[in-house]
Each structure stands twice: as C-alpha cells, then as structure tokens.
C-alpha cells in the first residue's frame, strides 16, 4: 500500500505522516526530506536558496517530481507527505490535510519562529508561487481540490494522533490491507 498526504503549510502533514507510519510500520518519506534537501546540499546552498532558484529553474521541480514518480513505481509499503505526490502515485490512497488560515499561519510562525505577520507574508507567497508552477508544469490549476483526494481531514481542532485515527479507519472501513 502507497500513502500520499497533502496539505499546505501548518495543516499537520509531516507529524501525521510520521506518526500514521509508525503506527502501521511502513517507511515514512518527505518530499523535502528525500529530494529538496539533499538536492540543497548537494548544490552547496541553503533550502531557502533552493526553493529560490526553483522559482526560475524547472530542472529542479522536474527532477524532484521524476523522483517521486520513480519511487511510486519502484516502492510499497510507505507513507509520503508531499504536495504533489498524490498526482505522481495516481496509486496511492491519497489522504488531503486541511485547516484554517489563521490556525496554519499560528503553527508556521511557531515552528519556524516568526511574527504572525511574516508567517503569513511565507504562506500566501508560497502558495502563490508553487501554485503558478504546478499550472505551467503539469496544467494543475487547484492541487487543494478536495475532487483529487480519498479522504479529506480538518486539523483545524484535533489533535495529530486523532488524526491518524481517522486514516487508520478510513483505510479499515475500505478493507484496504497493508
């Protein structure tokens, strides 16, 4: 079984992959962790940096997305958390994170140390930005539409291991097996 998880920044993404993983005892993956920052460390440059120069670069997007399709194809049993995973493993059970704006920006300037305000400014622009990408690469107009996924989730007000309860069910209740 292939796990996909969605979400956009602050909904939960990373502690719910990891914790689902464990649970059910499958690889836990990132996109970020798997490509991005090797890739930044292989370039001598800083995630930031990166995420910078895939802005202009398309190599860098096309490279990281061949990747994941590449361990769709090749790998079982995982878990992976990535904004377009579920597009790469068409199939994967693709499970979307959502949660309220104001909740999300909380979380973002919390973990990542930031006003309110610049966690906002972060999101919007980032959204933005791979948003326009995923358009021009791959014609995706809204990666957030509920229509791509099996299962949706508001993390808004529950806690993660709630969260991974709802999966865990969802995929019970479907007689999926692992």
Do not use: Q
């Not at 499970?95 to 920006?105: A, G, M, N, P, Q």
């Not at 539409?145 to 291991?161: R, S, V, Y």
């Amino acid at each position: 079984m292939k796990i996909t998880i969605f979400g956009l920044a602050g909904t939960g993404t990373s502690t719910v992959g990891k914790i689902l993983a464990e649970h059910i005892g499958y690889k836990s993956l990132s996109t970020g962790d798997i490509f991005f920052r090797k890739k930044a460390k292989e370039l001598g440059v800083t995630l930031s940096e990166l995420h910078e120069r895939a802005k202009i670069d398309p190599s860098i997007d096309r490279e990281c997305d061949k990747e994941m399709e590449r361990l769709g194809k090749v790998e079982n049993d995982f878990v992976v958390e990535s904004r377009l995973a579920w597009f790469f493993i068409p199939d994967s059970i693709k499970i979307k994170l959502d949660c309220d704006f104001e909740i999300r920006t909380k979380r973002l300037a919390e973990r990542d140390g930031l006003s309110f305000d610049d966690a906002k400014k972060h999101i919007i622009e980032r959204e933005k930005v791979d948003g326009d990408r995923y358009k021009k690469y791959y014609n995706i107009s809204d990666t957030n539409a509920d229509g791509h996924f099996n299962l949706t989730i508001d993390t808004t007000n529950i806690p993660a291991d709630m969260v991974v309860k709802k999966i865990e069910t969802f995929i019970a209740t479907r007689n999926i097996k692992n």
